[in-house]
């Protein structure tokens, strides 16, 4: 014996997981380096606004993707720094090497 739940009622239907929230996770999560993260942090913002638009599921993955993305663009950025600052320093000792051996 079946019931009727009647003509209004409810079905709750699983949402659509975001593929380009999957995607940007996967790619900030590989690309703690820089060319990847980047994408990633581009595909998590893509992904937000779809999530909103379509009420798709995977706003988790893609706030993660984005976070993560800024972690590697601030990573990438103290890394210039530390590179530049190190380049400085190494070719003042090569300048004083230079002078010391009359090279």
């Known amino acids: 014996m ?3 739940y009647g003509p ?6 699983p949402r659509e997981m975001n593929g380009t929230a999957i995607a940007a996770f996967v790619l900030a999560v590989v690309g703690l380096c820089w060319p990847l993260g ?3 942090l581009i595909l998590g913002y893509v992904a ?6 379509r009420n798709n599921s995977g706003s988790g993955l893609a706030t993660t993707a984005i976070v993560l993305g800024w972690i590697t663009v601030l990573g990438f950025i103290l890394f210039a720094i530390a590179l530049a600052v190190g380049w400085d320093a190494w070719m003042d000792r090569v300048n004083d090497y230079k002078d010391d051996y009359d090279l």
Request: aromatic share 0%.
């Open 38 to 40: 980047l994408l990633g």
């Open 48 to 53: 937000k606004s779809q999530i909103k638009s």
């Open 8 to 13: 209004g009622a409810q079905v709750n239907v």
């Open 2 to 4: 079946a019931q009727d």
